[in-house]
């Protein structure tokens, strides 16, 4: 079974602070793996996309890492912000599939 | 338009009513989608329009749900009497092709409560 599963399902960080998200997946054959940002009652926006041979891939203070073979991927937010209070997402893409499979997402807080 | 676009952003329900969701996509993209979002839960695929193409509707969870897309532009979700279960935030997307290889454009989302 298809499946993409993150952790922490919240975190809370100090202004300034890094931090790490973590996402584990089943799906195969596996296309892409996707991180989004959703900010409170909008849609979310993607941040980074790897495919299969790409291990790391960073967009700005957020960096995210792909190991294929272990099936985990991690997104690290550096020198955090207060706008980076949003819950992340983690979507796996199946090769040929017309849909993707995502994670619950981890909700982020970041307090001043 | 600049994005992805739906209406309304709030629709309050009675159960048994139906309701009918819009979503205009980006002008050119070919493919759309509809996704559910359920309180605590990750996006649910529910439908999938791909040109000319005869949607994949195996996401839908019941025959209740319906979706139509015109002219490969706009796209309404209907839902017939509705049930509580219902009550979720319903997103839709676009992009220039099949997902797997395209970006997708999610729209802001439409939260349907029934009551």
């Known amino acids: 079974k298809n499946q993409v599963e993150q952790s922490p399902q919240s975190l809370i960080i100090l202004e300034g602070k890094n931090c790490t998200l973590q996402?584990?997946?089943?799906?195969?054959?596996?296309?892409?793996l996707r991180w989004y940002k959703q900010d409170t009652g909008r849609g979310p926006v993607s941040l980074t996309i790897?495919?299969?041979?790409?291990n790391t891939k960073s967009n700005g203070r957020y960096t995210a890492t792909l190991d294929a073979d272990t099936k985990q991927s991690s997104l690290h937010i550096t020198a955090s912000q207060l706008s980076d209070s949003a819950s992340y997402i983690c979507v796996v893409s199946e090769t040929g599939a017309n849909n993707l499979f995502f994670g619950t997402g981890t909700r982020l807080t970041v307090i001043p | 338009g600049a994005g992805v676009s739906q209406s309304p952003s709030n629709k309050v329900t009675e159960k048994g009513k139906d309701v009918e969701l819009r979503c205009d996509p980006i002008s050119g993209h070919t493919a759309l989608y509809w996704y559910r979002q359920s309180l605590g839960q990750g996006l649910e695929f529910l439908i999938y329009f791909q040109g000319n193409s005869a949607p994949d509707k195996s996401g839908l969870p019941s025959d209740r749900f319906s979706a139509e897309r015109t002219g490969g532009s706009v796209s309404t979700l209907t839902i017939q009497r509705t049930q509580q279960e219902d009550s979720a935030v319903y997103l839709c997307a676009s992009s220039l092709g099949r997902t797997s290889v395209y970006e997708q454009y999610f729209g802001p989302g439409t939260r349907l409560t029934v009551t």
């Open positions: 790897m495919t299969f041979s790409e």
């Open positions: 996402c584990n997946y089943t799906v195969s054959p596996f296309s892409n």
